[in-house]
């Protein structure tokens, strides 16, 4: 095949990508957890469980998943000791992980606040390396231009920058620094109106506004029925001891059956306001495989979702065809 047929096969392959919704799970909650009860609790059962997050992360690869994300919420360990307390323990299960998939993305969160932006650098490199270019870098909105641009100057052909924003004021600049924005939003048209101001951004600064993809968080409660689906909700409430739906205030909430997911999900997607979804699971097991034999399944048959990877690496996967590492040397 001749260069110019590839280059052209590329193209047809990243535009397919972008009429299909992108679907990533976020996995923080699968870490060691501290409990804050009166009773003594044995070490183990606070501790990682290796081999299940293992599973869940096969589980969402067979489903053709576009990434996983893990924050630095995320611990190896109910309480970390020393110097790191944990701040790196995203990036180390993230670099891990590449070992035992082949095709899904790895997204871990680590802050160039308060870690150096070389080390960060290094971190996402390792991550690339042992997963074969399937690192991706998640920051806060809040993070200084400066120690983005630092970070991606280095990682950016490798591992796509992923934007986290919680703040509509955080908007523009993410649309200038991000490859992916993940934003919270209540309704359609609100998701649509962020969209708007990202692409904006993106077209200001001098990048295509289909370089840069806008998922939406949502925090996914699924059953057999909607009232399966509620009575769960209400056991999380009561195993939690506080709301879990107030926990979750920045995501959409939705609390039904997989079909119910797929359908508000192509509604989002055929309405312009969002390229994809972020899934917070409620229940590590039972909400990722819901995601996956039943919503994927489902958009699958609607024409929205693909059947495959398209590719080795996240940035193919996510059909980002150029890096923002040029553009982000504004020290804002």
Not at 5 to 26: F, K, Q
Not at 185 to 206: C, F, M, P, Y
Not at 279 to 304: C, E, M, Y
Request: net charge negative; charged share 25%; aromatic share 2%.
């Amino acid at each position: 095949m001749s260069t110019q047929n590839h280059s052209n096969a590329a193209n047809r392959s990243s535009n397919t990508e972008r009429t299909r919704v992108h679907l990533g799970l976020d996995l923080t909650a699968a870490g060691a957890r501290r409990f804050a009860g009166h009773l003594p609790v044995p070490a183990p059962v606070g501790a990682l469980n290796a081999e299940r997050l293992n599973e869940l992360v096969r589980t969402a690869e067979r489903g053709a998943l576009d990434l996983v994300a893990i924050s630095d919420d995320f611990r190896l360990q109910p309480e970390t000791i020393g110097l790191l307390r944990g701040r790196l323990d995203a990036a180390v299960i993230t670099s891990r992980l590449g070992r035992v998939t082949d095709r899904l993305g790895l997204v871990a969160t680590i802050s160039p606040e308060s870690n150096e932006p070389g080390h960060v650098a290094t971190a996402l490199q390792t991550i690339s390396r042992n997963s074969g270019g399937r690192a991706g870098w998640q920051v806060d909105g809040s993070t200084p231009d400066r120690l983005v641009s630092a970070v991606t100057r280095q990682v950016s052909s490798i591992a796509p920058t992923v934007v986290s924003v919680r703040n509509r004021a955080h908007l523009e600049r993410a649309g200038r620094l991000a490859d992916v924005v993940r934003i919270g939003a209540h309704t359609l048209e609100d998701a649509r109106e962020q969209r708007r101001i990202v692409r904006t951004a993106a077209l200001e600064s001098g990048r295509d506004a289909d370089d840069v993809l806008v998922l939406v968080d949502l925090f996914a409660v699924t059953g057999p029925d909607r009232a399966s689906a509620e009575a769960r909700l209400d056991l999380l409430d009561a195993f939690e001891g506080a709301e879990v739906v107030a926990a979750h205030s920045d995501s959409i909430i939705q609390v039904g059956t997989p079909l119910d997911l797929a359908d508000l999900i192509e509604e989002w997607h055929a309405a312009g306001a969002v390229d994809g979804f972020i899934v917070t699971p409620s229940s590590l097991v039972a909400d990722v495989a819901g995601l996956v034999d039943g919503v994927v399944p489902a958009l699958r048959a609607k024409g929205i979702f693909r059947d495959g990877y398209p590719g080795a690496t996240l940035r193919e996967t996510l059909g980002l065809t150029s890096s923002v590492h040029s553009l982000t040397g504004t020290g804002r």
